[in-house]
Structure formats: structure tokens, C-alpha cells
């Protein structure tokens, strides 16, 4: 039986995907503007989801926006 590791090392298929705001210009400002605004703490969590819900068209979850926006609190790049 093959390992996951194994198996992964030898599988060349790619799944081709992009994040939601490296999809166009105005996603990645959308997306630097909402980074800036958690980080300053100008803006609550639940207000940047919204704005870029309804006003931004972004696809993703309120869980998933929020754990990515937590996330670039701990990594560099965002």
C-alpha cells in the first residue's frame, strides 16, 4: 500500500487555483483594503465580511474570510 506521502510526491495533477483576490486588480485592492482595516482594528471583523460580500461580490464564507483575515495577523505576507 502506498503512503499519502508517497502517493504526493509522484502525483503531478494540479488543481489549477486561485484565490478570490489574486483573480483580479480590484479583488487584491479589496483585499489589501480589508487587511488594512482589521489590522488597524478600524473596522470590525463582521463589517469588513459584509462589505466584501455584498459590495465586493466575494464568494468565500463568513468563516473562511475570517480565519484568512486572522491568518495574516500571524504570517507576513498575508
Same mark, same amino acid.
Given at each position: ?9 509522484? !502525483? ?23 487587511? +488594512? ?9 463582521? +463589517? ?6 455584498s459590495h465586493k461580490n466575494c464568494p468565500l464564507s463568513d468563516s473562511t ?6 491568518? +495574516?495577523?500571524?504570517?507576513? !505576507?498575508?
Amino acid at each position: 500500500m502506498v503512503s499519502l506521502n508517497e502517493y504526493a510526491k509522484s !502525483d503531478k495533477t494540479s488543481t489549477g487555483y486561485q484565490p478570490w483576490r489574486k483573480k483580479s486588480e480590484e479583488n487584491m485592492k479589496a483585499w489589501e483594503e480589508a487587511v +488594512t482595516g482589521f489590522q488597524s482594528g478600524e473596522h470590525s471583523i463582521s +463589517t469588513i465580511v459584509r462589505w466584501l460580500q455584498s459590495h465586493k461580490n466575494c464568494p468565500l464564507s463568513d468563516s473562511t474570510i475570517r480565519g484568512q483575515l486572522k491568518a +495574516t495577523l500571524t504570517q507576513p !505576507d498575508g
